[in-house]
């Protein structure tokens, strides 16, 4: 193996460094847990009646997700809503 692969295999970085590093951490934990159910934005807006454009500003970082709204995004995607907030 490279020295580079070993260093890359060896290190972990926390998961809340790498989203701060993307931007909002509640905006990568919305992206990544809409991404593991396997939804797009149009099924996640008819589920939880968010409008779609809403949630892509949502995903960006350009709009916050207040605590009624991440109830209704934690509904669709089965999690708990305070991981958005």
Known sequence: MRN???LE???SV???EV???RGSVPASILRG???KV???QTRLSELCGIPQRHLSEMER????I???TAKKLAAALDLDYRLFL
């Open 19 to 21: 989203a701060e590093r």
């Open 14 to 16: 926390p998961w809340r």
């Open 4 to 6: 580079t692969e070993q």
């Open 33 to 35: 847990a809409r991404g």
């Open 61 to 64: 970082g350009k709009r916050p």
């Open 66 to 68: 207040g605590r009624e």
């Open 9 to 11: 295999q060896s290190e």
């Open 38 to 40: 396997g939804v797009t």
